[in-house]
């Protein structure tokens, strides 16, 4: 059974739901229209898939055929969520798979920046500061998780996290096998800083985001070979242990062109090595600014990690569900 996600009378329900929606209902107006692809018109409007994918979401439904005969003989489901005239299993599928994408990048954009003048920016200190990864996604209707077995169906979300707000602020969507790296320069704005994890570690990229005037505070490699320029100095018995401008890599092999910031430090008897362009920050701030991206669901290597529930593709007759964590090295 779904989860009853609005408790208390019918009429608070209906109010909580609006309310909910209030935000999406009134940026709509502002998207690129959805059309229909033949000479029928569409039996379900962007409106209506938004409005349905999110009521998916709160209930909890395990498949579409399930969805679709809540919204056909549940009566809040078919006033509020269902398109007006109804939509059959064939249409349904059809459009909620190969529909509104570019509707809901645009919907996303536009409810990030509403959001971003109204949440206060936390850690200002820290500058503009944006955690990024690349992770397997929420499978929703048609879609299968994305994971790396051979044959298996893939899909990955390239995420620019706003970690001053706490809230998602740039979003690319893949294939499952796609390169996480080349994102990085579309997620972050000149001035940002993303922190990232150990797998965004490539000493070319250091230097062409410090070309494009993109900082960055990413965790390396223990073994990375470095060549130290200066030393700056430590405090005696704190946790940073290291601190000094270097060159990252081996020469005439992967060596960085740039100078790159190099901070060591220790919390629990592991040791974490951050390379940065950020020489504005003392090391404990560099320190502190990778640590909140633990603060977002991050595993202690830094990748995005978060418990699944695998939803079947609608064909499926009954459910298939795969629960853990996704934490990748």
């Not at 409106?47 to 809040?76: A, T």
């Not at 969520?81 to 059959?88: D, F, L, R, S, T």
């Not at 599928?93 to 994408?101: A, N, P, Q, T, V």
């Amino acid at each position: 059974m779904p989860y009853a996600w609005m408790p208390g009378t019918p009429q608070n329900k209906i109010n909580t739901y609006l309310k909910l929606m209030r935000p999406v209902n009134d940026t709509l107006s502002d998207l690129t229209p959805l059309t229909s692809g033949c000479n029928r018109p569409l039996q379900m409007t962007f409106e209506d898939q938004i409005n349905i994918l999110v009521y998916f979401h709160l209930e909890e439904h395990h498949s579409g055929r399930h969805l679709l005969q809540v919204l056909k003989e549940n009566d809040f489901a078919r006033q509020y969520v269902a398109p007006e005239k109804g939509i059959q299993k064939s249409s349904f599928f059809e459009d909620i798979s190969s529909r509104g994408l570019e509707q809901m990048l645009e919907l996303f954009e536009k409810l990030y920046a509403r959001a971003a003048k109204q949440l206060p920016r936390g850690h200002a200190e820290l500058g503009n500061l944006t955690c990024i990864d690349g992770s397997l996604i929420n499978a929703v209707l048609s879609m299968y998780w994305a994971d790396y077995r051979d044959g298996a169906k893939k899909a990955k979300v390239h995420i620019g996290f706003d970690m001053n707000r706490g809230i998602p602020k740039k979003i690319f969507l893949t294939d499952g096998k796609e390169d996480e790296r080349p994102f990085v320069s579309k997620i972050l704005a000149s001035g940002d800083t993303g922190v990232m994890d150990r797998y965004y570690q490539r000493h070319k990229s250091f230097d062409e985001w410090q070309a494009e005037g993109k900082h960055f505070i990413c965790r390396i490699k223990e073994s990375t070979t470095k060549t130290e320029i200066r030393k700056n100095d430590v405090q005696p018995g704190g946790m940073v242990f290291y601190d000094a401008v270097v060159l990252l890599g081996t020469p005439y092999i992967n060596q960085t062109e740039k100078e790159v910031r190099l901070v060591g430090y220790r919390v629990e008897n592991a040791e974490y090595w951050i390379a940065t362009d950020r020489h504005d920050l003392s090391a404990e701030q560099i320190a502190f600014a990778y640590k909140l991206r633990w603060n977002i669901g991050a595993s202690r290597q830094g990748r995005i990690i978060q418990s699944v529930k695998v939803r079947p593709r609608l064909k499926d007759s009954g459910p298939r569900s795969l629960e853990g964590a996704v934490a990748r090295k």
